[in-house]
């Protein structure tokens, strides 16, 4: 490249003074680990040595595209076809939640400088989520059930995760109410739907083994009806 040096006087010519310019590559996090505990992945890694911020993206198969120089990915975009944004920023741990079960995710990171500049390479890991049950609950009044015994069925540990979320728990024999420290149900019986008051959205997992008995018997009055399978279910069915 030249650099052109101008005068304001007439008398003195333009002089073009030719200079040489390196652009450094952008070194890649390195040391990148995952680690499964069911429904979540814990990610750590090592910032290169400028320090640089990562960007990190996730799929279900070992494909990433490269991210474009120039371009800001926003959490939650996709990187071309292949790699969905679940971090950007300085830290050198993430955890990735509610994920699917039974399910490898791949993960990739790269560094970033100047806020859309990306190092070559990245730093890769897989793991692989547990054998479980993810629930997840909307805001509000909704049904819940599982297909899965749980290996500890008292209430207070079925739904430990929910403990700030939840606000009470029916069935046709009775409720739970934690906050008021009262449970007229005892155990999460998996032949038994419950209808359950969410004060924010969350999801928990069920831990156990998929119910061998596929029986549901209805009483006289209300009855909260299971879905034993793991598959979807259309109401009518």
């Known amino acids: 490249a030249n650099i052109e040096v101008v005068t304001d006087e007439p008398s003195k010519a333009i002089t073009l003074i030719p200079v040489t310019m390196t652009v450094q590559p952008i070194d890649p996090p390195t040391d990148m680990t995952a680690i499964a505990d069911l429904s979540t992945i814990d ?22 595209d490269q991210p474009l120089n120039g371009m800001e990915y926003l959490v939650g975009e996709v990187i071309g076809t292949n790699g969905t944004v679940i971090y950007h920023g300085p830290m050198t741990e993430f955890s990735h939640t509610d994920l699917l079960p039974n399910t490898t995710y791949y993960y990739k990171a790269w560094s970033v400088a100047l806020s859309s500049v990306y190092s070559a390479e990245g730093a ?18 909704s049904g819940v059930s599982s297909y899965k015994v749980p290996e500890d069925p008292a209430l207070e540990a ?9 606000v009470i728990l029916l069935s046709n024999n ?3 109410w934690p906050s008021q420290n009262v449970n007229l149900l005892g155990n999460w019986d998996t032949q038994m739907g419950y209808k359950i008051k969410m004060n924010e959205a969350k999801c928990f997992t069920m831990v156990g083994n998929m119910t061998e008995d596929k029986t549901v018997v209805l009483t006289p009055g209300t009855n909260y009806i299971p879905v034993l399978c793991d598959q979807p279910v259309e109401a009518q069915e």
Do not use: H, K, R
């Open 43 to 64: 990610l750590a890694y090592s910032l290169n040595e400028a320090g640089n911020d990562v960007i990190i993206a996730f799929n279900t198969v070992d494909a990433f």
């Open 124 to 141: 890769t890991a897989n793991a692989t989520t547990g054998d479980y049950q993810l629930i997840c609950l909307p805001e509000g009044w």
């Open 158 to 166: 079925v739904l430990s995760d929910l403990s700030e979320e939840m």
């Open 174 to 176: 009775g409720f739970y």
